[in-house]
């Protein structure tokens, strides 16, 4: 008997994941990017390529299979994971002192 999650469940697993994967990275390479004067730009748009490449798998199983319901769950969580964390860590490390 194949046990299925419900999409819901995914897409929150899926959200947690990217939000604790890039919230954590994004604080980290502010202090580095602080400590070794690179531009805090750099940083940024490095990012955002990282969370696109992220999301990438599940964007191309979606244009593959477009009823792919599970498939459509983690890209959104994936996404909505991304955005949040690369919204809000800026803010905690101008509140570190990192940028």
């Given at each position: 008997m194949d046990a299925m999650l419900p999409d819901y469940l995914?897409?929150?697993q899926a959200a947690?994941?990217?939000l604790v994967t890039f919230g954590l990275t994004r604080v980290i390479a502010a202090a580095v990017a602080?400590?070794?004067g690179w531009r805090i730009l750099m940083v940024e748009q490095s990012f955002i390529g990282l969370a696109?490449?992220?999301c990438a798998p599940q964007l191309f199983?979606?244009?593959a299979h477009p009823s792919s319901?599970?498939?459509l769950a983690e890209l959104e969580g994936k996404a909505i994971g991304?955005?949040?964390a690369l919204f809000f860590s800026p803010i905690l490390?101008?509140?570190l002192g990192y940028e």
């Open positions: 995914i897409r929150e947690v994941g990217a602080c400590t070794r696109v490449l992220w199983d979606l244009i319901v599970l498939a991304c955005a949040i490390s101008h509140r």
